[in-house]
């Protein structure tokens, strides 16, 4: 009895001696256990802060070819567009006979330097004829009729014949006159043949025969008519289509630089921007300073155009896609913070910020794309 006594007080003490080692340890580790959680939730604290952002002194940005500049405001940009060499509006001719007959002569032939007014082809026309004839009759009935009102005019004034019969004449007079003047307008329109019919075809401007397309015995019918081309060589023009959205930033004034394939560029101030067509092309005239190629040519036209003050505009290579959105690099004490844009127009000076930038920041420009790669390969090795 006394022996199973001791064994159950024996048993007793192993148990209490158990449960209070349990519980010290467990007082003892939570310490530990809080401690370790305060840990993690600084450390993903510290994680949240860092997103995005890429560790890299000034030197080391240097040095791993990463320049900085600073955001620019305003300055312009530069369109790119394809056009031609055209002649300018009344720098080319084509030259009609003003009506039917048969070519007697040809004045000139293609390359010859011809003057305004010069003589490109003589023609004998029955038309011609006509219309001198009838300008020499209604000369003639005008002289009859200024006669008669002024023979009725004396007669008036002495008392032989009454007013009503002198009003009667000078409106003859009048009329007489007036189909004088249709006469002779025609005969002006028809190049002022001669009373056999020959009219000389001349040039209504100075330059470059560049086409003859008359020959001595051809007949010229109503239905083709055309004699010759002339053009001047010295008014070309840049002819370029535009965007809508191009066209809104280009001006009267601005000027442009044009080139052609083994050609040196040549300058040129745009002089007329015409509103969008049916096709949504907006056509832009620019004359040309000094020696331009011959019309035709095609031509690569750079254009500067002017921008807001307010807009603001990054280095093309400073914007980077991060996970699928236009970001730049926004350089900090110690590194560089990608920061979401968005992006305006491009053009070859630059990328417009409409949004993300307030113009004061100083900005990853070449070598952007490494901090791009950086930023990624922290993110792969976080994820791990």
């Known amino acids: 009895m006394t022996s199973q006594k001791h064994w159950l007080m024996t048993g007793a003490a192993v148990i209490a001696a158990l449960g209070i080692g349990f519980a010290g340890a467990r007082f003892i580790d939570t310490p530990g256990e809080s401690s370790g959680a305060d840990h993690a939730e600084a450390g993903h604290e510290e994680q949240e802060g860092r997103t995005g952002f890429v560790s890299l002194d000034p030197a080391q940005a240097a040095a791993a070819g990463v320049t ?72 003639a009935e005008a002289d009859a009729a200024r006669a008669a009102e002024a023979r009725d005019r004396t007669l008036f004034e002495k008392g032989w014949i009454s007013r009503a019969r002198l009003d009667v004449t000078a409106a003859q007079a009048r009329r007489a006159e007036a189909d004088l003047r249709a006469a002779r307008a025609r005969v002006g329109a028809y190049g002022a043949p001669g009373a056999g019919g020959l009219t000389i075809v001349r040039s209504p401007i100075a330059g470059i025969v560049t086409r003859v397309s008359a020959a001595p015995g051809q007949v010229l019918h109503e239905e083709a008519l055309q004699v010759a081309a002339v053009s001047d060589p010295r008014r070309l023009e840049v002819v370029f289509n535009a965007p809508p959205a191009a066209a809104a930033l280009l001006r009267a004034g601005d000027a442009i630089t044009s080139t052609v ?9 745009i002089v007329a921007i015409a509103p969008a067509n049916a096709d949504g092309v907006v056509v832009v005239r620019a004359r040309v300073s000094g020696e331009a190629p011959p019309a035709g040519s095609v031509v690569s036209a750079r254009v500067r155009t002017r921008e807001a003050p307010e807009t603001i505009v990054v280095p093309q290579e400073a914007v980077q896609s991060i996970d699928g959105v ?59």
């Open 68 to 139: 900085v500049v600073q955001v620019q405001r305003g300055g312009g940009g530069e369109l790119k567009l394809p056009g031609r060499i055209a002649f300018a509006p009344g720098a080319e001719a084509a030259v009609d006979a003003p009506l039917a007959g048969a070519v007697t002569r040809v004045h000139v032939g293609v390359g010859d330097r011809v003057s305004t007014g010069a003589a490109l082809i003589t023609l004998r026309s029955p038309d011609g004829a006509a219309s001198r004839a009838e300008a020499d009759a209604a000369s």
């Open 261 to 269: 394939g083994g050609r040196e560029a040549f300058p040129g101030v």
């Open 326 to 384: 236009p970001s730049v690099f926004v350089a900090e004490a110690e590194g560089f913070r990608a920061h979401p844009v968005v992006t305006g127009r491009t053009s070859e000076s630059g990328i417009e910020i409409t949004s993300g930038l307030n113009g004061s920041e100083r900005i990853a420009g070449a070598g952007a794309f490494l901090l791009k790669a950086e930023l990624a390969k922290g993110e792969a090795e976080h994820g791990h």
